[in-house]
């Protein structure tokens, strides 16, 4: 019931995440701490109102060639599937098998157009959170103003005895989260970025709207830089071969710096992770809440990993006076 009430304040979460250090160190600098936020806030204003200018325009204007473009690439795919059944119907197969095959291709070409129709949509129904969008930084600006007022009461809450231990997890935790969100979000513009200049380098149609995907999907590990490439793969079979292995290219560039270079530097190692945790972990986020739990998932095990070892550091010394006494 109120999961659509969360994604504010979600959104307000990550955005205190990326500006709090800004605001501690304005702070330092001599500014009161809600003037700083108001400072931050005011260029971040300008920074949006210069992005809203330049690029939503073009960015609207390919949503609505895709829209006006859309029929023809599915009359398209059909087409591709109608040559596919002649061919194949040339063959001298079994009755049972031609009907197996018969039936999975007409399932292959529903589910793949229903793909198609879900992306899109997906796409034109990102303007439906514009109200979670203006709502998070109203959010943001209280709790950053109060932020450490509300992290000293989240202390007084914790056991006098063991308030050191507690408050040093809190701050193991923070920093998981805090460089996860500032690296990850880094990471994703910068593949967003370079996504789009190379499309537009390419001549590919429809850059911004595949940088923004490139950029969303980025935040996934491991799978994310696949799943980003798969629109525009598709997108460039209906165009030609030849743009095909252009866009892959282009993809496989990106990829290279963004693991080899950019990422090791951005994001290090912030969460701790085996490899195979991740896998895991987005397996296990994909089954239990979808796309969200997907892009959820490596945070919240490594909090989940962060509680664990306090959880044992604390079982290890909660044994020890009895070991000794025995």
């Not at 307000?12 to 700083?36: K, S």
Request: charged content about 15%; aromatic content about 10%.
């Amino acid at each position: 019931w109120i999961r659509a009430v969360l994604v504010p304040f979600f959104l307000a979460l990550v955005l205190t995440y990326l500006l709090a250090p800004l605001v501690d160190w304005l702070e330092q600098q001599g500014f009161r701490r809600g003037w700083a936020i108001l400072l931050i806030y005011l260029m971040l204003g300008v920074l949006v109102a210069a992005i809203i200018f330049w690029l939503i325009p073009d960015l609207l204007q390919e949503l609505y060639r895709l829209a006006e473009t859309l029929p023809d690439y599915t009359r398209q795919i059909q087409n591709w599937f109608a040559v596919l059944q002649t061919n194949y119907s040339r063959l001298r197969l079994p009755e049972a098998l031609r009907a197996a095959i018969d039936h999975s291709i007409a399932e292959l070409e529903r589910q793949l157009l229903l793909q198609i129709e879900g992306t899109i949509t997906s796409i034109l129904g990102l303007f439906n959170g514009l109200f979670s969008l203006i709502l998070a930084p109203v959010l943001a600006f209280y709790l950053l103003k109060d932020l450490k007022s509300i992290k000293k009461r989240t202390a007084r809450l914790l056991p006098a005895q063991r308030r050191g231990r507690w408050y040093m997890l809190m701050i193991q935790m923070d920093r998981v989260l805090s460089g996860f969100i500032r690296g990850q979000l880094l990471l994703s513009l910068f593949v967003g970025v370079t996504t789009w200049m190379a499309m537009e380098l390419i001549g590919m149609r429809f850059s911004i709207m595949l940088g923004i995907i490139a950029a969303i999907t980025e935040v996934i590990p491991y799978f994310g830089p696949v799943i980003g490439a798969l629109p525009a793969i598709g997108l460039a079979a209906l165009v030609s071969p030849y743009m095909v292995i252009k866009v892959i290219i282009a993809y496989l560039l990106i990829h290279e710096l963004d693991s080899s270079v950019v990422g090791p530097r951005v994001l290090g190692q912030t969460v701790g992770l085996h490899p195979l945790a991740v896998v895991f972990a987005l397996l296990a986020g994909g089954e239990i809440y979808g796309l969200i739990g997907v892009i959820l998932a490596v945070p919240v095990a490594a909090c989940l990993k962060v509680l664990a070892l306090f959880a044992y550091d604390s079982l290890t010394a909660y044994r020890g006076p009895i070991s000794a006494g025995r």
